[in-house]
């Protein structure tokens, strides 16, 4: 995959949020956006996620243009700040109910993927009993489950501790290994 930002610029009302970002992402690699808070990071991502629509410019997914020829980036998977979750839910229902709009993923598949994050698929808890780790490793994992061509993670790192985070880290290398 190839990713082509030319020119971005984003305007809201009088604050220039995005100016003239031109940028190449190519596929197998893990990019890094860094940045002061309120710098447009966030804004950035949900611009390439195709959820907003830029002031100006364009942003190219293997030549076919975002808001022309596609409406959103293909084979995408997604964490906008905080993942949020149906809270009456347990972890693996609410993966159900997110793997059942594309068809993709089996139920087994959900469940090593929670494994995988060191959650319990069996676990009767609900969402509203979650620690903001744990749902933030759910929420990771809804949006690698389907092995996505494009992940885009928004601060993935937030309400994980030290051994958290260097797990994580393994886990994203290990599937840009794997394709």
Do not use: W
Not at 42 to 56: F, H, K, Q, W
Not at 92 to 110: C, D, G, H, M
């Amino acid at each position: 995959m190839e990713i082509i930002l030319k020119a971005v610029s984003k305007k809201i009302g009088y604050t220039q949020v995005l100016d003239n970002i031109n940028c190449l992402f190519l596929g197998g690699k893990i990019y890094g956006i860094v940045g002061y808070n309120g710098s447009g990071k966030t804004m950035l991502l949900r611009t390439i996620a195709g959820l907003v629509i830029p002031t100006s410019g364009t942003i190219d997914f293997d030549g076919k243009r975002l808001h022309r020829d596609i409406s959103i980036p293909p084979s995408l998977g997604l964490i906008i700040e905080k993942p949020e979750f149906l809270s009456y839910m347990t972890g693996l229902e609410n993966l159900k109910q997110l793997a059942a709009i594309n068809k993709k993923v089996s139920e087994n598949t959900i469940k090593e993927y929670m494994r995988l994050f060191e959650l319990d698929p069996e676990s009767k808890q609900t969402m509203r009993r979650y620690s903001l780790g744990m749902k933030q490793r759910l929420g990771i994992a809804a949006a690698i489950v389907e092995s996505p061509d494009l992940i885009l993670l928004d601060e993935p790192f937030n309400a994980l501790d030290e051994s958290g985070i260097k797990e994580i880290r393994d886990l994203l290398r290990e599937l840009r290994q794997k394709g």
